[in-house]
Every structure is written in C-alpha cells, then in structure tokens.
C-alpha cells in the first residue's frame, strides 16, 4: 500500500494525477518508494537508512517549495487518491539552475506519468517560477528516462558524473 493522497489541494494537476508539496506524513511513503532496489537503480541514492533520514529528506523537500516555489512533488491518482511516485524541480544555488527529476513506484511505470507529470513541471516553470532553464540528468543505461527527457525537448549536454555515476546530461531551454 503507498498510501492515500486525500488533500483535494493540488498545486499543479493534469487529467489523471495530482502534484502537491510534501509534508511531514509522506515519511512511510518514501521510505517505501526508495525501499524498491530497481526504483533508486539509476537514481545514485540508496534506501533510507531509517526513518529519521527520510523525515530528515523529506522536510528539506518541504522547505524548497517554501524557498523557492519548487520542489519533488508527491504524485497522487486524481481519482483513487493513491501515492504513485514524486516529480519536480529542484534548485542547485551553486549552478543557479534547477533540475528536472522523477520517481515512480515500479507497478506504474510505462503508463506516461514520468512524461505527464514532467511536462506539468515545465509548464509550472515557465509560467509561474518564469525560469529560462531546466536541467536532468540521466543514468547511461536508463534508455526509458532518457526517451522521457527526449520526448520533453530536453538536448544532451554531454556525459557527465551525477551522484559518482556516469551519465548524460540534458538541457531545456524555456521561453517565458
């Protein structure tokens, strides 16, 4: 069970999902998303060592939506309610750029929410935060990521090292 997402107040939504910030009760849910071995596969994190690392995580996710307008935000099924992952934008001040990432529980991957709720983010980018930029990253051997950045008009940068592992980098430039 991934939990439920009952709070109707959504910051950003599209036809099938939900994307809010989170809060102190999405801990069990992220402890269980980053618990899945292939869910972190690609990501250079590895399962929360305890519960107080994952409160420790999840309140920083909190306070960059406070800071910044921007954050992971939890995923939710319009119509169920049910918890399906995390996508969003998080912002580096050390590069002064935000970056584009997502995670989804294993049981709902290939059913477009990584593209769905990426292409939200970027709209909330332009928009609303009025950013010129976005950045990803993506593991070498994650062709289904990189086919997401593709299909999002994100451009390889090069290769790179992300969290001590090979990857490639991307680029989208916006026009707000």
């Known amino acids: 069970m991934h939990g439920l997402d ?3 107040e959504a910051l950003l939504s599209t036809k099938r999902l ?5 809060r102190p009760s999405d801990v069990p849910f992220m402890m ?4 899945d071995p292939e869910v972190v596969r690609y990501t250079g994190d590895a399962a929360f060592a305890s519960e107080d690392e994952a409160r420790a995580v999840v309140a920083r996710l909190a306070r960059q939506f406070e800071d910044f307008r921007m954050g992971r935000f939890v995923v939710s099924d319009r119509k169920t309610g049910e918890k399906l992952g995390w996508c969003g934008l998080r912002w580096h001040d050390d590069l002064e750029v935000a970056d584009l990432g997502y995670r989804f ?3 709902h991957w290939g ?13 909330y980018a332009v928009e ?6 976005l950045v990803a ?6 062709v289904a990521s990189v086919r997401v950045l593709e299909k999002l008009g994100f451009r390889r940068t090069g290769p790179t090292v992300f969290k001590g592992l090979a990857a490639d980098g991307f680029e989208l430039l916006l026009s707000a």
Do not use: W
């Not at 939900?18 to 989170?22: D, G, K, S, T, W």
């Not at 059913?111 to 709209?123: D, H, L, S």
């Open 111 to 123: 059913r477009g929410y990584a593209t769905e709720t990426a292409a939200v983010c970027i709209r």
């Open 6 to 8: 009952t709070d109707d």
């Open 137 to 142: 990253h993506a593991m070498l051997e994650n």
């Open 128 to 133: 609303e935060l009025r950013l010129s930029r």
């Open 105 to 107: 529980f294993r049981k």
């Open 18 to 22: 939900n994307l809010r910030p989170h």
């Open 32 to 35: 269980q998303l980053n618990s």
